[in-house]
Nanobody, 117 residues
Framework: VQLVESGGGLVQPGGSLRLSCAASGFTFSSYIMHWYRQAPGKGRELVAAITTDGGSTNYADSMKGRCTISRDNARNTVYLQMSSLKPEDTAVYYC???????????WGKGTLVTVSS
C-alpha cells in the first residue's frame, strides 16, 4: 500500500498550489479520502475530506472557500487545490485513506507547503 503526496513547495502569500496524492496497493474507490496537515509544533488537523464517489466533500473552517478536494478514481488520485494561501497554512500536508468496515487507515509521508514572502 502506498500513498504518495506531491505538489508541495514554497509559495508566496496569496498564491495557489495543487497537491496530489497517488494511491496504489488497495481499492482506491472504496476509501474515503482526506487531507490533513500538521504545522510546526502543532497537532495534525483535518483539512478536507471526500466520499468514495466524490459526491460529498467537507472542509475545515479555516480552509472553507480557499480549497477544493477532488478525486479521480480512474487514476487512483486525490487532489487538493488551495488558493489565497496564508503563512499560517504552512504545514506538512498528509493524504489519508480510510475505510470504515473493516476499519482500515492508510497514511502518506506528507508534502511540505511553505507560505512565505
Amino acid at each position: 500500500v502506498q500513498l504518495v503526496e506531491s505538489g508541495g513547495g514554497l509559495v508566496q502569500p496569496g498564491g495557489s498550489l495543487r497537491l496530489s496524492c497517488a494511491a496504489s496497493g488497495f481499492t482506491f474507490s472504496s476509501y474515503i479520502m482526506h487531507w490533513y496537515r500538521q504545522a510546526p509544533g502543532k497537532g495534525r488537523e483535518l483539512v478536507a475530506a471526500i466520499t468514495t464517489d466524490g459526491g460529498s466533500t467537507n472542509y475545515a473552517d479555516s480552509m472553507k472557500g480557499r480549497c477544493t478536494i477532488s478525486r479521480d478514481n480512474a487514476r487512483n488520485t486525490v487532489y487538493l487545490q488551495m488558493s489565497s494561501l496564508k503563512p499560517e497554512d504552512t504545514a506538512v500536508y498528509y493524504c489519508n485513506a480510510r475505510r470504515l468496515i473493516p476499519a482500515v487507515n492508510y497514511w502518506g509521508k506528507g508534502t511540505l507547503v511553505t507560505v512565505s514572502s
